[in-house]
């Protein structure tokens, strides 16, 4: 069994930052790339960014230069810092871990950005 527990989504002001996190525990090895994605209220879920386990990483064009992913692979943590929010960052932001072939999904975590 394979646990995926994410925080820091929350609501912040335009131009404000948020950091989240998700932390994979259990039965989960050679995690091969972690992500995040997101899914706003009648659209469909789109990568946010990627990170493999060398390090690679791939951001949507909507986020480049404002967000930025890094992992800590002791602790089976990545992260995801949102930088210079808009609203249209709003959505529910989840955790995809990649293990032997298997996506691992978390639950989601809300993000709000006010204008």
């Known amino acids: 069994q394979v646990q995926l527990v994410e925080s820091g989504g929350g609501l912040v002001q335009a131009g404000g930052s948020l950091r989240l996190s998700c932390a994979a525990s259990?039965?989960?090895?050679?995690?091969?790339?972690m992500g995040w994605y997101r899914q706003a209220p009648g659209k469909q879920r789109e990568l946010v960014a990627s990170?493999?386990?060398?390090?690679?990483?791939n951001y949507a064009d909507s986020v480049k230069g404002r967000f930025t992913i890094s992992r800590d692979n002791a602790k089976n943590t990545v992260f995801l810092q949102m930088n210079s929010l808009k609203p249209e960052d709003t959505a529910v932001y989840y955790c995809?871990?990649?293990?032997?072939?298997?996506?691992?999904w978390g639950e989601g975590t809300l993000v709000t950005v006010s204008s």
């Open positions: 259990g039965s989960i090895f050679s995690i091969n790339a």
């Open positions: 990170i493999t386990i060398g390090i690679s990483t």
């Open positions: 995809l871990v990649k293990s032997r072939g298997i996506n691992y």
